[in-house]
């Protein structure tokens, strides 16, 4: 009786660090996966920013006294002209959001974010943006009303740009997607002339 009940508390006992086993290996895997969402949402963020750093410490360099196209500067879009290239001439180079249906993202929040210089056809440069804002600041660090900045006198009061950034992964992961936010203010060397 004693070896039958032996056998039986192993059973138990060995059921018992087994569902112990499982339910850590579950947990481990669980943890891998929200950390691999939350990297690649990092490394989509840090692309955009290297691009950011590149493209808007540009604005204005070798231009003429109009550095940004009127008409294309708002809280989701820029425009500006700089020698992107070094070639001795002047380039458009802007940036804006599409729509949400067109990043084909199982995420219904996302947008495309493209970039267009010249008259080239617009890049998708990410497509999992759910959030992008700039706002322009002035010499006082004051940001500028997104109405006035059709005019050229208020478009020349320019002096920083504040880029704010949000990014979610394309997939749900314990209902939820995971996201990261980044912001910089960018003071182009161009624009305190």
Same mark, same amino acid.
């Given at each position: 009786?004693?070896?039958?009940? $032996?056998?039986?508390?192993?059973?138990?006992?060995?059921?018992?660090?087994?569902?112990?086993?499982? #339910?850590?290996?579950?947990?481990?895997?669980?943890?891998?996966? *929200?950390?691999?969402?939350?990297?690649?949402? *990092?490394?989509?963020?840090?692309?955009?920013?290297?691009?950011?750093? %590149?493209?808007?410490?540009?604005? #204005? %360099?070798? !231009?003429?006294?109009?550095?940004?196209?009127?008409?294309?500067?708002?809280?989701? $879009?820029?425009?500006?002209?700089?020698?992107?290239?070094?070639? #001795?001439?002047?380039?458009?180079?802007?940036?804006?959001?599409?729509?949400?249906?067109? !990043? #084909?993202?199982?995420?219904?929040? !996302?947008?495309?974010?493209?970039?267009?210089?010249?008259?080239?056809?617009? @890049?998708?440069?990410?497509?999992?943006?759910?959030?992008?804002?700039?706002?322009?600041?002035?010499? @006082?660090?004051?940001?500028?009303?997104?109405?006035?900045?059709?005019?050229? !006198?208020?478009?020349?009061?320019?002096?920083?740009?504040?880029? $704010?950034?949000?990014? =979610?992964?394309?997939?749900?992961?314990? $209902?939820?997607?995971?996201?990261?936010?980044? =912001?910089?203010?960018?003071?182009?060397?161009?624009?305190?002339?």
């Amino acid at each position: 009786m004693s070896t039958v009940l $032996q056998i039986a508390l192993s059973f138990i006992i060995f059921g018992l660090l087994l569902l112990l086993i499982i #339910g850590v290996d579950t947990n481990v895997r669980s943890v891998t996966n *929200q950390a691999t969402f939350d990297k690649n949402s *990092q490394e989509n963020i840090v692309g955009l920013a290297e691009l950011f750093d %590149h493209d808007f410490s540009k604005i #204005g %360099h070798r !231009t003429s006294s109009i550095k940004f196209k009127a008409g294309n500067l708002d809280s989701n $879009q820029i425009a500006y002209y700089a020698d992107y290239d070094n070639d #001795g001439s002047v380039d458009s180079i802007s940036y804006f959001i599409g729509d949400t249906e067109e !990043t #084909g993202n199982p995420n219904p929040n !996302t947008y495309s974010l493209y970039r267009k210089i010249n008259n080239n056809e617009p @890049a998708k440069v990410s497509v999992n943006i759910v959030s992008f804002k700039i706002s322009y600041i002035d010499s @006082a660090m004051t940001q500028l009303d997104y109405n006035n900045l059709n005019q050229q !006198t208020e478009i020349d009061k320019i002096r920083a740009i504040k880029v $704010q950034v949000r990014v =979610e992964s394309q997939y749900k992961f314990n $209902q939820n997607f995971s996201s990261t936010f980044w =912001e910089k203010t960018y003071f182009p060397r161009n624009l305190r002339l």
